[in-house]
């Protein structure tokens, strides 16, 4: 029976495995997520970085493209929908902005007002809409694999007291909320701030909520303080704690992205992959290092996808195919 | 050589002519498990914060205290942060990282230890205190005694040699309480740190201490083993306040005026009453003797209500869930209350007697069902009618109510949209404070008083809404035995005024001697409701200590003093 329906399950799960992966989002279960911060960080600091200074359409296609899968598969297929619909919008209010206020290039459609609306100034408004969006979708995905404990982390090295001002505003910002929701409580039993009440009443009660919280607040950060000095704070040589291990996985993963990073990097900035809206379009025409550059940076953003699409279909293999 | 050691010790704050300690000698021994009790303002907190150098409460203090032979506030930085523990009573407060892992090595931080070796202690003590399944989780995600078990452990994780605590169990309820307890009494035996913590809840710590001390307006009453506190409390003219606070078994005992070696545990207690009763002769269950009538007034119980008065509170098959997607909070939950009766609600953690209480307030909506009080339907439309001198409820933190900076223009607060005189608005805030008994608090800031004072403050401001129902969520947190009375008491007199009171508790004993009527919920509905005797007297494992103790010869008896009674009746 248990062998039956262990077969079972490994069957139906081989047969959509691949699809569902892109339907529910791995989010913090991606292969990607377990790399160090460091690696994670350059990883995407070099996608997003080049990003930022990309205006060729081949490689705005492939942000574009590269960001919708992987935030798909980090976010399941709802992602998708969101995307392509942020995608859309901005291309078109992009398009049209830039279309009729800007009106350089040579390639005249037609005339509006007597004001020149030309293709270049369309095409480099639907450019700058493609770079924006792939930002943003990278930028979605960034958050996801980046948690708040691996920016605390990274910044605790640079700047420890930074990293401990951090991690205690993400303890106390939900602490206030609660606090708050039990002050309105407290307030709406004595019949303040209720449905009926008048605006100016409202908004009095407000903002004595606030009052109450801020004065409750400071109370108990008094005993936040003692119980910090109780325990050493302020003591010479504060070291800072994480859970984090560098392994060779790691050691490894860093010095491909370095690799490519620096190769896209250097790609871009010797203009390789430039190109000019105006006046008229001009491409450089493509050399060994347009390739080469097109080449290392494709595989910086199928990087994290395939490290997460490796890590699943290792799982799977693992626990469904013995 | 003794850990500690207050030699002539007196102390008074800052500004104030008042000794809160007067002339304190006490020694504790290393490995030594050591509870301090007293009344709240008896000046427990102040002698705990004497150990810590940086906790130590501004003033004058006079004579020494040491710390292994060394003066505390000689003592280096270092060596007091590490080896002496000190834990809070808000479980909140004392956190300050989001995730459990950094806050359990925040300590080690601060002494600057490498990551290698923070990890490795970090992992013991998660080990010990068997947090693995939640080590990773974010605070917020936390029950109030993991917060706490976290902030004990995030200080043991450091090695100190005394650990020292107060009130420590105040904000918890009685189960997470218990566990606390335990894990204290684990590190005590397993470990050896010496503890010395204060506490308002004998009856679990008192097996487990090896020595009680007792405090008294500033000063030591006593300092001796359990068994011989709890006869010391219970002999003499009259009672000390804190007798209130001796376990059941403790109280049975001296009731039955019992000699030699007092009972702790309810273990104790069964095998101490069987011996007594058998040399008696009674052997077997009792049955009552004597009409209803006369069993009441001898147990000095009030007659229940008669179940035939008006509803004030009904809530009928309602339904709720936080999320749509989420599981049911409440799952069909009934019930009706009658006018002028005292209702608690009873049960576990988490099985939705909170969100029942919101429901009645309409603090949520019900998807499915609904509520009224007082005739009013509960619904959003009907808000002011309902909170106008109908319904109020008392918030769990006192703190939620607090806006002036004396108790008394807090309850004049209260009156702010009230259309009366000053005088008479100044007559009926006098008359509050002196029901609340806090007239000599009167000009004090809210965030001054004592927990219990503060609860009392945050009461008086919502009665002076002349609320006829009121609602309470775990009124008796944190009062300690003496306080509770007192509150018993003012709720009393309110219901003799007609006031209904409807409460969500867990303190079974409280509700057991005072309550009109008990619900048991679990599971998102209500599963039996009854008076306190019934009710008590049918559940075997979810009933009072004192119950336990004698339910094989007295099933209906549910609190001490009708303990107490019916034995004295059998032996006769």
């Known amino acids: 029976m248990v062998l039956y329906l262990y077969g079972r399950r490994r069957a139906w799960d081989m047969d959509v495995g691949e699809y569902r992966m892109f339907q529910d989002g791995l989010g913090e279960q991606a292969e990607f997520f377990s790399y160090h911060p460091l690696v994670n960080l350059s990883c995407f600091g070099f996608i997003i970085g080049v990003a ?91 958050q996801i694999i980046m948690s708040s404990d691996k920016f605390i982390y990274l910044f605790g090295r640079v700047v420890p007291i930074l990293a401990m001002t951090l991690s205690m505003v993400f303890r106390f910002l939900p602490l206030f909320k609660a606090r708050f929701t039990e002050i309105h409580n407290g307030q709406k039993c004595m019949g303040r701030n209720i449905s009926g009440s008048s605006w100016i009443g409202r908004i009095r009660s407000f903002f004595k909520e606030v009052s109450i919280l801020i004065a409750w607040s400071l109370e108990a950060s008094i005993e936040t303080s003692d119980s910090m000095e109780a325990r050493g704070y302020g003591l010479r040589g504060r070291t800072s704690f994480h859970l984090y291990r560098f392994s060779r996985r790691d050691a490894v993963a860093l010095a491909v992205i370095g690799l490519l990073g620096v190769l896209s990097v250097t790609g871009c900035a010797m203009g390789k992959t430039a190109i000019y809206y105006y006046p008229g379009i001009w491409i450089k025409a493509p050399d060994i290092w347009f390739f080469i550059t097109l080449a290392s940076y494709l595989a910086l953003l199928v990087l994290p996808m395939a490290i997460d699409i490796e890590g699943e279909r290792k799982w799977r293999q693992l626990y469904f195919e013995t | 050589m003794e850990a500690i050691v207050f030699r002539d010790v007196s102390f008074s704050y800052a500004g104030s002519e008042k000794k809160a300690l007067k002339k304190i000698n006490l020694a504790i021994h290393p490995s030594e498990f050591t509870v301090i009790c007293g009344r709240s303002g008896c000046g427990k907190s102040t002698l705990l914060r004497q150990l810590k150098k940086n906790l130590a409460p501004y003033g004058k203090l006079e004579g020494e205290v040491l710390y292994y032979g060394k003066e505390i506030q000689n003592l280096k930085e270092r060596e007091s942060a590490a080896e002496i523990g000190f834990v809070q009573q808000n479980p909140d407060n004392q956190i300050v990282t989001d995730k459990v892992w950094h806050e359990l090595a925040f300590g080690l931080e601060s002494l600057g230890l490498s990551n290698a070796a923070m990890k490795r202690k970090v992992a013991e003590m998660a080990s010990f205190f068997g947090m693995q399944n939640w080590f990773q989780k974010s605070i917020q995600e936390l029950s109030g005694g993991q917060k706490q078990l976290l902030n004990l452990a995030s200080i043991m994780v450091m090695q100190p040699k005394v650990l020292i605590l107060d009130e420590p169990t105040a904000q918890l309820d009685p189960i997470a309480a218990s566990d606390f307890l335990a894990t204290l009494q684990k590190i005590n035996r397993e470990l050896g740190t010496a503890i010395l913590l204060s506490e308002h809840r004998l009856e679990e710590i008192f097996p487990m201490v090896d020595r009680v001390v007792v405090m008294e307006e500033g000063s030591i009453l006593i300092h001796d083993t359990p068994r011989r506190t709890a006869q010391f409390l219970a002999a003499g003219e009259k ?334």
């Open chain 1, 52 to 142: 930022m200074f990309s205006t060729h359409p081949l490689f705005l296609a492939l942000i574009l493209l590269a960001g919708s899968m992987y935030s798909a598969l980090l976010k399941g297929r709802r992602a998708w929908r969101t995307n392509v619909g942020m995608i859309l919008f901005m291309m078109v209010f992009m398009t049209l902005i830039n279309g009729l206020f800007t009106h350089n290039g040579v390639t005249v459609l037609f005339y509006l007002n007597q004001n020149r609306v030309t293709l270049e100034a369309l095409l480099f408004g639907m450019a700058s809409a493609a770079l924006l969006a792939g930002v943003i979708i990278w930028l979605g995905c960034f």
């Open chain 2, 239 to 572: 009672q000390n306040p804190m007798f209130y606070g001796l376990p059941s078994v403790a109280k049975i005992f001296s009731l039955l005026k019992g000699k030699g070696e007092c009972p702790l545990s309810v273990r104790e207690g069964r095998l101490w009453l069987e011996h007594k009763l058998e040399k008696a002769g009674v052997t077997g269950k009792q049955t009552e003797k004597g009409s209803e009538k006369k069993r009441i007034a001898r147990q000095k119980r009030r007659p229940g209500t008669t179940g035939k008065g008006n509803t004030s509170i009904r809530i009928r098959d309602v339904w709720f869930r936080y999320q749509r997607a989420g599981a049911d909070i409440l799952k069909g939950v009934n019930l009706e209350v009658e006018e002028g009766e005292w209702f608690c609600v009873l049960g576990g953690n988490g099985v939705g007697k909170s969100t029942t209480l919101k429901a009645v307030a309409g603090l949520i909506q019900p998807y499915r069902g609904y509520t009224e009080v007082g005739g009013i339907r509960v619904e959003k439309k009907n808000q002011k009618q309902l909170f106008h001198k109908c319904l109020a409820m008392l918030p769990q933190s006192p703190q939620a109510v607090f806006t002036e900076i004396t108790a008394e223009e807090e309850l004049l607060e209260a009156l702010y949209h009230w259309p009366l005189s000053d005088k008479e608005k100044v007559r009926k805030v006098e008359d509050m404070l002196e029901l609340m008994e806090l007239d000599e608090l009167a000009k004090s800031h809210p965030y001054d008083l004592s927990g219990g004072e503060q609860q009392r403050l945050a009461l008086g401001k919502i009665l002076l809404q002349e609320p006829k129902i009121l609602l309470m969520d775990e009124p008796t947190k944190g009062l300690d035995p003496f306080f509770k009375r007192k509150l018993a008491d003012i709720l009393g007199k309110l219901q003799r005024r007609g006031v209904t009171i409807f409460m969500v508790s867990h303190d079974l004993e409280f509700c057991a001697e005072y309550a009109d009527r008990c619900a048991l919920f679990f599971d998102g509905e209500i599963v039996g409701v009854d008076t306190p005797v019934a009710f008590f007297s049918g559940n075997s494992f979810y009933t009072t200590v004192a119950n336990r103790v004698a339910r094989q010869w007295f099933p209906e008896a549910v609190i001490c003093e009708e303990v107490a009674g019916l034995c004295e009746e059998a032996m006769m």
